[in-house]
């Protein structure tokens, strides 16, 4: 039977770190899509938990998908 890695963190609600060195891993290995992902899952959870007023998300929504588009 397979054992599961148990899920040492989360960040931002949506991506699950395995370890110490997964999380290091993330960080050293970072190119520019990754950084796009990594900035528009912590912008989507600070709006989750109602960090923006309704116009600051809406230029940030604009901004994610022109950055998301390139």
Same mark, same amino acid.
């Given at each position: 039977?397979? +054992?599961? +890695? =148990? !899920?040492?963190?989360?960040?931002?609600? *949506?991506?699950?770190?395995? @370890? +110490?060195?997964?999380?290091?891993?993330?960080? *050293? %290995?970072?190119? #520019? =899509?990754? /950084?796009?992902?990594?900035?528009? $899952? *912590?912008?989507? &959870?600070?709006? @989750?938990?109602?960090?923006?007023?309704?116009? $600051? %998300?809406?230029? !940030? &929504?604009?901004? !994610? #998908?022109?950055? /998301? @588009?390139?």
């Amino acid at each position: 039977m397979e +054992e599961k +890695e =148990e !899920i040492y963190g989360n960040l931002f609600g *949506s991506i699950n770190i395995l @370890n +110490e060195d997964h999380l290091e891993l993330m960080l *050293s %290995t970072m190119d #520019r =899509e990754k /950084s796009i992902y990594f900035l528009v $899952e *912590s912008v989507k &959870s600070a709006h @989750n938990r109602g960090a923006f007023t309704i116009g $600051e %998300t809406e230029v !940030i &929504s604009k901004a !994610i #998908r022109v950055l /998301s @588009n390139t």
